[in-house]
């Protein structure tokens, strides 16, 4: 397997470029959270700093409530890999409105980028296309990337999108970690009541 | 438990989700709640997930509450510890949080590998600031489940309700 290329920043810039109202955003922990602050601060995104594994479940939850808006979650690998049983949960419910995109480095990146077992070749996409997602895919270059970005924002869901990324050591871009005010502002936003 | 006071506590329960507004029930199943689950596969204005571990309807009710939807997990006892740490969700972010746990592992417990988690399992809750309403009369549990409801919805804290096994009766471990 080649080295990846894709850089994450730009990559999440792209997802998020041109949001509407209708596109709500759940981060994971660790990088993706940081990587979506240094696209820009929104209401519309509910940033975690912890519950590790629960972003994915947190975007189903969201998705049936706003069956009319577009969910988008950020996850790490290692986030992912330890909400595994969600691939299941999500594909039995069949949201057309979730997409989740997967940041995948194969490394734990806030730890001391100890490797995780996508670097030792498990395949996150395959495993959400075995289990029945509707649309499921891995970017490995950066001409994938539109195709990506395309399908995070408009296919019919669920939608299953890994980005293989560089191992990068980033810049720390920190938003809000008030978890009461980063939901009281979504809500506000969302539904004009905290 | 005696035939004459085999309650219809599982539909009191379905009454007072519905009473509260309740529209996305997330649940391992037990059998406890074997009942209640099919009251509410039934009814179109509730979205029923079946998960594979509980703290997914930790996060799964949370995204909810952002979304401003209202939701119960149904759990038994054994899968409170699957959920401490997803616990901090509500915990930190302030939302409401409904649990309904039916208890394993204390009056009448056949299978003794129930006991460690049953016999912690208020602690647990309560360690994560869970508050915990126990009950162990059917006449108890359709206005404990009301006022549960009220109590985290309105006031914004999570709670859990106790189903004890007094309640629910022993699991028989006998072939039919």
Not at chain 2, 104 to 126: D, K, S
Request: charged share 20%; net charge negative.
């Amino acid at each position: 397997m080649t080295a990846p290329t894709i850089h994450r920043r730009p990559l999440v810039a792209k997802l998020l470029e041109g949001r509407d109202d209708r596109l709500l955003v759940i981060t994971g922990l660790g990088t993706p959270t940081y990587d979506a602050a240094a696209a820009g601060d929104d209401p519309r995104t509910f940033f975690l700093w912890g519950a590790m594994g629960g972003a994915t479940m947190m975007g189903l939850g969201l998705a049936l409530a706003q069956p009319d808006k577009r969910v988008l979650v950020l996850a790490g690998d290692g986030e992912m890999l330890m909400a595994v049983g969600s691939l299941a949960t999500v594909a039995m419910k069949r949201p057309a409105n979730l997409a989740v995109v997967v940041l995948d480095n194969e490394h734990f990146g806030e730890t001391g980028m100890q490797p995780t077992p996508t670097h030792a070749g498990v395949d996150l996409a395959g495993m959400a296309a075995a289990a029945g997602w509707a649309r499921t895919m891995t970017a490995r270059v950066d001409s994938d990337i539109p195709a990506l970005v395309d399908a995070a924002r408009n296919a019919p869901g669920p939608v299953f999108a890994v980005a293989k990324i560089m191992a990068e050591k980033l810049p720390f871009v920190l938003p809000p970690k008030d978890g009461a005010y980063l939901k009281d502002r979504f809500r506000q936003a969302v539904l004009g009541h905290v | 438990m005696t035939e004459a006071a085999a309650p219809n506590w599982p539909d009191d329960i379905y009454r007072a989700l519905k009473g509260a507004g309740v529209r996305q029930v997330a649940h391992v199943p037990d059998a406890g709640h074997a009942r209640l689950i099919k009251s509410c596969d039934a009814d179109n204005d509730m979205q029923v997930v079946t998960l594979t571990t509980e703290e997914e309807g930790v996060a799964m009710l949370c995204g909810a509450h952002l979304g401003g939807e209202r939701g119960v997990l149904l759990v038994q006892s054994s899968g409170v510890g699957n959920c401490i740490n997803m616990l901090s969700l509500p915990q930190t972010c302030r939302m409401p949080f409904l649990m309904v746990v039916t208890m394993r592992g204390e009056y009448g417990e056949f299978n003794p590998w129930q006991n460690a988690m049953g016999l912690a399992t208020e602690a647990v809750l309560e360690a994560m600031h869970v508050t915990c309403y126990r009950c162990d009369r059917p006449e108890d549990v359709g206005p404990t489940v009301a006022n549960a409801a009220r109590y985290t919805f309105e006031g914004g804290r999570p709670v859990a309700v106790l189903l004890s096994q007094r309640l629910i009766g022993a699991k028989a471990f006998v072939n039919e």
